[in-house]
């Protein structure tokens, strides 16, 4: 008896151990892809605006044109997740929401920009910016931590800064947490009670059984913490798209468009352009691809290489020809919209679920 209450205590404790580092690296890993995801978005955010500013000063807008349409555009925006400002390469604010801002030169010891995923790598943030380098990653100051990306605007002295709160992932984090302790001290109970009564029923039997009971019970754990790291890459996964916005071309003008409210995306003429629902239009210098990928598959479906549709814009879907759809959109899209032979079940059921 003596002999199996060490056995007991001894394994209880090494599955403890195990469970303990699993949990430590299932977490540490899912908060480090939840950054890693942000900073992209935050990447994709200030390339797309650096890239809209060099083309237009391409176009032959002066530079204080431009620069005071960027300031119109951003002016009084809420700046508690995420916000855009711009830099001149002396570290001077020269475009930001909060407009008292402008004019402030960043101290020297300002903040440290820490490269991910290779933290190694630790940059001074005004430096960065003097340098004009592309760069993102956690910006830390003496009072706050936050998502910084760095994109300097071609033939300029200017870098635009895309800026993430990191403290709106605390929720997440907290709430992963939350789970993965539960699961750890549920299967690490449920580990040791089987073991325990395991023990009382076959005393006399040999520790070899013992041993391949406490390897089966470790696999089945592990295949439970596999499918709950895959559910958690999924919940990262539809949280890809954070921006709620597009920085769209009207004109001579650079207007948020906020994804509610667009009907229909297409391409005409290599330009794609955009339609909200209230038919206001603009254009923005991005392929079908890329938005596809920043937009909801529930909400928006693509429905052929030039157009992709919101569920909200659908006012009408007909036959058309022998077996095709052609639907109907309010606003009226410019273009027709047909659903070929090969694409009807999956729009039937897109549209189903909407």
Not at 169 to 175: A, E, G, I, Q, R
Not at 306 to 317: E, T
């Given at each position: 008896?003596?002999?199996?209450?060490?056995?007991?205590?001894?394994?209880?404790l090494?599955?403890?151990?195990?469970y303990?580092l699993?949990?430590?690296y299932?977490?540490?890993?899912?908060?480090?892809d939840l950054?890693n995801?942000q900073?992209?978005?935050?990447k994709?955010?200030?390339?797309i605006?650096s890239?809209?500013?060099?083309?237009?000063?391409?176009?032959?807008?002066?530079?204080?044109?431009?620069?005071?349409e960027?300031?119109?555009?951003?002016?009084?925006?809420?700046?508690?997740?995420?916000?855009?400002?711009m830099?001149?390469?002396?570290?001077?604010?020269?475009?930001?929401?909060?407009r008292?801002?402008i004019?402030?030169?960043?101290?020297?010891?300002?903040?440290?920009?820490?490269?991910?995923?290779?933290?190694?790598i630790?940059?001074n943030?005004k430096?960065?910016?003097?340098?004009?380098?592309?760069?993102?990653g956690?910006?830390?100051?003496?009072?706050?931590t936050?998502?910084?990306?760095?994109?300097?605007?071609?033939?300029?002295?200017?870098?635009?800064?895309s800026?993430s709160?990191i403290?709106k992932?605390?929720?997440?984090?907290?709430?992963l947490?939350?789970?993965?302790?539960?699961?750890?001290?549920l299967?690490?109970?449920?580990s040791?009670?089987?073991?325990?009564?395991f023990?009382q029923?076959?005393?006399s039997?040999?520790?070899?059984?013992?041993?391949?009971?406490?390897?089966?019970t470790?696999?089945k754990?592990?295949?439970?913490?596999?499918?709950l790291?895959?559910?958690?890459?999924?919940?990262?996964?539809s949280?890809?798209s954070?921006?709620?916005?597009?920085?769209?071309?009207?004109?001579?003008?650079?207007?948020?468009?906020y994804?509610?409210n667009?009907?229909i995306i297409?391409?005409?003429?290599k330009?794609?352009?955009?339609v909200e629902?209230?038919n206001?239009?603009?254009?923005?210098?991005?392929?079908?691809?890329?938005?596809?990928k920043?937009?909801?598959?529930?909400?928006?479906?693509?429905?052929?290489r030039?157009?992709?549709?919101?569920?909200?814009?659908?006012?009408?879907?007909e036959?058309?020809g022998n077996?095709?759809?052609?639907v109907?959109?309010?606003?009226?899209?410019?273009?027709?919209?047909?659903?070929s032979?090969?694409?009807?079940?999956e729009?039937?059921?897109?549209?189903g679920?909407?």
């Open positions: 008896m003596k002999f199996n209450k060490i056995i007991l205590l001894s394994t209880l090494i599955l403890g151990l195990i303990y699993s949990f430590n299932i977490y540490n890993t899912a908060t480090a950054i995801k900073i992209e978005n935050s994709i955010q200030a390339d605006i890239s809209l500013l060099s083309e237009k000063l391409i176009s032959g807008y002066s530079k204080e044109e431009v620069k005071n960027l300031q119109r555009s951003i002016e009084n925006s809420p700046i508690e997740n995420s916000f855009i400002c830099f001149d390469d002396t570290g001077k604010e020269i475009c930001h929401p909060d008292e801002r004019g402030k030169t960043l101290t020297k010891n300002n903040s440290i920009l820490t490269s991910i995923p290779n933290q190694k630790e940059k943030f430096e960065s910016i003097i340098q004009k380098v592309s760069i993102g956690l910006r830390e100051t003496e009072n706050y936050e998502i910084v990306y760095l994109s300097p605007v071609k033939n300029t002295d200017w870098i635009v800064a800026h709160n403290l992932f605390k929720d997440v984090l907290d709430n947490k939350e789970k993965l302790s539960f699961i750890f001290i299967v690490w109970l449920g040791s009670l089987l073991i325990y009564f023990l029923f076959i005393n039997k040999s520790l070899e059984k013992i041993t391949e009971l406490n390897r089966e470790s696999a754990y592990f295949n439970e913490l596999k499918k790291n895959k559910n958690i890459s999924k919940t990262t996964n949280d890809k954070i921006n709620d916005r597009f920085l769209a071309d009207k004109g001579i003008k650079l207007t948020p468009v994804i509610d667009i009907a297409y391409t005409e003429n330009i794609t352009n955009i629902h209230n206001e239009k603009s254009s923005i210098n991005l392929t079908l691809d890329e938005l596809f920043s937009l909801n598959p529930k909400t928006f479906y693509r429905a052929s030039q157009v992709i549709i919101s569920a909200k814009a659908i006012n009408k879907i036959k058309y077996a095709q759809l052609k109907e959109t309010k606003p009226i899209s410019p273009i027709t919209i047909i659903i032979k090969a694409k009807i079940t729009f039937k059921k897109w549209a679920k909407n």
